[in-house]
């Protein structure tokens, strides 16, 4: 059941902010805590349950060992499975290392809301890539979120990006700065190796397809999950899971990430904004398919 409820004002403890938050994205993530797939992983929690892993706002307390940052615009990658709760909230308590400030001009404190989660899932897929500049990326998923940022990234790193898309949004993954758009398909292997004949250097499956999408990459190359999916390795592939929650660069990353989206270089795409009290009709939508940016969720 998902329903707003009246919970005390957290407190920042120390290397903590308090954030009074502008805007929280919903997530898939966030539907998978709300059907209790991730109930297992919540056994430590108590309820009310707070889902939410992205925010944008300002500082509002700072907790010990942290400089004075009071009143500072920000977003923070949130972890919903930690006792503070996750980012769907007016108030949200976050480590220090998992917010970065916002710059000044180039990116709209609302719109910030929706960068941390999936743009940090790309930068650690194409972390656990590590292919060169010149190399082929393959990008399933294109046209969703942790998809588009993937491309913007690895398009930043120098890669040939070769994506797929429906043919609705094949002018959207094209903006975005693929070089190269295959039909969407659950079977890669084919659309991706007519493009590429020998197959793409890494691919980060961000359309969760699995195992017919280690069809699309040649033999020795790599692949990134983007789910916690049982996938053995064959032809020599090397399968990496990315894992936002593990990131081992976050505050570096998240610098990274605002920097790019202050100079246009990643593009937030919000789809939408809604008041807090519409957040049902958010988590529909987004479990009805289809949205194309991120829905947003004001305080």
């Known amino acids: 059941m998902l329903e707003v409820v009246h919970l005390p004002i957290p407190r920042p403890g120390p290397g903590q902010v308090r954030v009074r938050v502008t805007t929280a994205a919903v997530n898939p993530t966030d539907l998978l805590l709300r059907e209790g797939v991730l ?18 706002g300002t ?29 769907q909230a007016e108030y949200v308590v976050v480590p220090v290392e998992q917010l970065v400030e916002l710059p000044p001009r180039g990116l709209d404190p609302g719109d910030a809301g929706g960068l ?28 969703g979120a942790v998809g588009g940022f993937t491309i913007q990234l690895g398009k930043h790193r120098g890669l040939r ?14 903006g975005l700065g693929a070089d190269v758009v295959v039909p969407r398909s659950t079977a890669p292997g084919k659309t991706f190796r007519a493009a590429v004949p020998d197959g793409v250097d890494g691919l980060v499956d961000a359309a969760v397809i699995g195992r017919p999408a280690l069809d699309a990459v040649r033999e020795g190359g790599a692949f990134v999950a983007c789910r916690p999916i049982p996938l053995p390795s064959e032809r020599g592939i090397t399968i990496h899971q990315a894992l ?22 990643l593009t937030p795409r919000t789809a939408d904004i809604l008041p807090v009290e519409q957040v049902a009709s958010a988590h529909r939508r987004l479990a009805a398919g289809g949205v194309r940016g991120r829905l947003l969720l004001s305080f």
């Open 59 to 87: 500082v509002d307390l700072v907790g010990e060992g942290v400089d004075d940052i009071t009143g500072r615009p920000i977003m923070a990658f949130v972890n919903p499975l930690a006792p503070t709760g996750g980012a």
């Open 39 to 56: 109930a297992d992983r919540m056994a430590h929690l108590s309820p009310p349950h707070v889902p939410g892993m992205d925010v944008s």
């Open 161 to 174: 990006v070769v994506a797929d898309a429906a043919e609705s949004d094949r002018d959207l993954v094209l």
């Open 244 to 265: 936002v929650l593990r990131h081992p660069a976050m505050a570096v990353a998240l610098r990274e990430i605002v920097a790019l989206a202050a100079e246009g270089r």
């Open 116 to 143: 941390p989660m999936n743009s940090l899932t790309a930068h650690q897929a194409l972390m656990l890539l590590s292919l060169p500049a010149g190399a082929t990326l393959g990008v399933t998923g294109a046209a």
